[in-house]
């Protein structure tokens, strides 16, 4: 069973950056397409960023021109860097397969955006 460690999150004035970090235990992550996904809170799930195994990338209107979604294969990690962070981005942010979140959920990292 794959294990995803999320990292990197935390308190950021609104306008802001920070780079999410997901390192994916197990052999072959290459060959799989990732995504960052979110919860707010009293909201569902929903998905924000995600890449190919050959890098094609697709992410939300809602963070478009403001997140990218990067990986790193030989450290089987996936991050999303945020840009210009604004205060209804703040959730719990969590990675996992992309499109289908097949794999089960790690704890997630908090993002909150506040002044």
């Known amino acids: 069973q794959v294990q995803l460690v999320e990292s990197g999150g935390g308190l950021v004035q609104p306008g802001g950056s920070l780079r999410l970090s997901c390192a994916a235990s197990g052999r072959m992550f290459s060959a799989y397409a990732m995504g960052w996904y979110r919860q707010a809170p009293g909201k569902q799930r929903v998905m924000v960023a995600g890449?190919?195994?050959?890098?094609?990338?697709n992410y939300a209107d809602s963070v478009k021109g403001r997140f990218t979604i990067s990986r790193d294969n030989t450290k089987n990690t996936v991050y999303l860097q945020m840009n210009s962070l604004r205060p209804d981005d703040t959730a719990v942010y969590y990675c996992n397969l992309y499109p289908n979140a097949e794999w089960s959920w790690g704890q997630g990292t908090q993002v909150t955006v506040s002044s």
């Open positions: 890449i190919t195994n050959r890098d094609r990338t």
